[in-house]
């Protein structure tokens, strides 16, 4: 039986005694022993008003069951009602059991908890899950400082030897202030050396900060961008044709784009296809240079082979664009201003004017200034002395139109 079902067990154990206690047997006596309780421990008690006894008995345990302070008080409230009768003894017993042996002397725990008073830890549940173990029992409401001590006070030391309320109180100082941490750090090493652990728990911040280290650095990491290059294809004037010849039209282009696809080489890592409709999204961990040459050349011969077959109301003129930079990777794609700017470039205005005015055709290719001056000015990839600035709005494009040409066989 794990340690949270044999917890569980003892609750519905008390349950059973609380139903032999005379005095609890009605609605107005059980009334009576909460207000009672509230006075002694000086604490408001709210204990559910279930329309059943043993529903407002097992609502009376619970609230009990949280410190060992509240079993204590409903021993000695109900004491003075049964005296030493049977069912007094049974309860006695039974708050034995479910009450720990403090590690820690009163004095102690008060300055600990003095400590804490207004420190708030977001995931406190989280931290105890991660001090108590897989098999740790649940907690009996909130997780709170006293919930979570009083219930680690009652499990045996992990494999570094050090208590576990100790553990735990290591871990909220790693992640609050300064001032409060220092406060903490002293009091666990007043009671390591009380107890004789001074030397495991030196130990166990040492493991515990370079974990914490290593997270930071994994968190940091995975905050870092990626360099990677973009090409970004539209076709135009697909909105003009009907859905069966933009469904016609789709399946010839992505054809003639992974025909480019496997003639460069590129792996479905290194290259990531996203569907844009009339269009496509190409994200490739290569070097830019790789996406005119051989990349758009092959697909500009694709499209070549393509329009010289098809009838004219079928040939296909693209726009392609290209720039490279850092984005961000998550579970929902790509993200970053450098995507952002090749969506641009080849959706701007000025440079669908320039594939429509440019009658005879086939694509034009825009990329953006920073590949200009970086790639195409230097003459590092083919047909760079074709290339023309293009003003368009607040940025600086640079086109290419590609004219009509003779396919290869």
């Not at 000695?76 to 059991?97: I, M, N, P, Q």
């Not at 173990?133 to 009083?150: M, S």
Request: include cysteine.
């Amino acid at each position: 039986m794990s340690d949270d079902e044999s917890g569980r067990g003892l609750l519905i154990s008390l349950v059973d005694a609380l139903s032999r206690v005379p005095v609890l047997a009605d609605r107005a006596g059980l009334d009576l022993v909460v207000r009672m309780m509230s006075a002694e421990l000086r604490e408001a008690l709210s204990v559910e008003d279930h329309p059943t006894a043993i529903g407002r008995l097992f609502s009376l345990a619970e609230v009990c069951h949280r410190t060992p302070e509240r079993l204590a008080a409903l021993v000695r409230v109900v004491a003075k009602f049964e005296s030493d009768s049977r069912a007094l003894v049974e309860l006695r017993h039974l708050v034995a059991e479910l009450t720990p042996l403090d590690l820690f002397p009163t004095t102690e725990r008060a300055r600990l908890f003095t400590l804490l008073a207004g420190v708030v830890v977001p995931d406190m549940a989280d931290i105890y899950r991660a001090v108590a173990g897989p098999t740790a029992p649940g907690l009996f409401g909130p997780a709170t400082y006293y919930e979570v001590f009083r219930v680690l006070e009652t499990l045996n030391a992990g494999p570094d030897g050090v208590p576990r309320p100790l553990v735990f109180v290591e871990h909220i100082a790693m992640r609050v202030g300064t001032e409060v941490a220092s406060g903490l750090r002293e009091w666990n090493d007043a009671q390591a050396a009380e107890m004789g652990f001074s030397e495991e728990l030196s130990a166990l911040r040492v493991t515990l900060h370079a974990e914490a280290v290593r997270l930071r650095r994994t968190a940091s990491r995975a905050r870092r961008p990626v360099s990677r290059s973009f090409l970004v294809v539209d076709v135009e004037d697909s909105s003009r044709r009907t859905n069966l010849e933009q469904l016609e039209l789709r399946q010839e282009f992505y054809r003639m784009l992974y025909t480019a696809i496997a003639a460069s080489g590129w792996s479905d890592e290194q290259c990531v296809v996203e569907d844009r409709g009339d269009g496509a999204m190409l994200v490739v961990d290569a070097q830019v240079f790789d996406l005119f040459d051989p990349f758009t050349d092959d697909l500009l011969l694709e499209l070549l082979r393509h329009n010289a077959q098809a009838a004219p109301e079928h040939r296909v003129r693209l726009r392609i664009g290209v720039h490279h930079g850092f984005v961000h990777v998550d579970e929902h794609g790509w993200v970053g201003d450098a995507l952002t700017t090749a969506f641009r470039i080849v959706n701007s205005g000025r440079v669908k004017i320039a594939l429509r005015e440019a009658e005879h055709a086939h694509a034009v290719v825009v990329v953006s200034d920073v590949v200009y001056r970086d790639v195409i000015r230097h003459g590092y990839v083919p047909h760079h002395a074709d290339y023309r600035r293009l003003d368009d709005d607040d940025r600086i494009v640079w086109l290419r139109v590609h004219e009509n040409g003779t396919p290869p066989a």
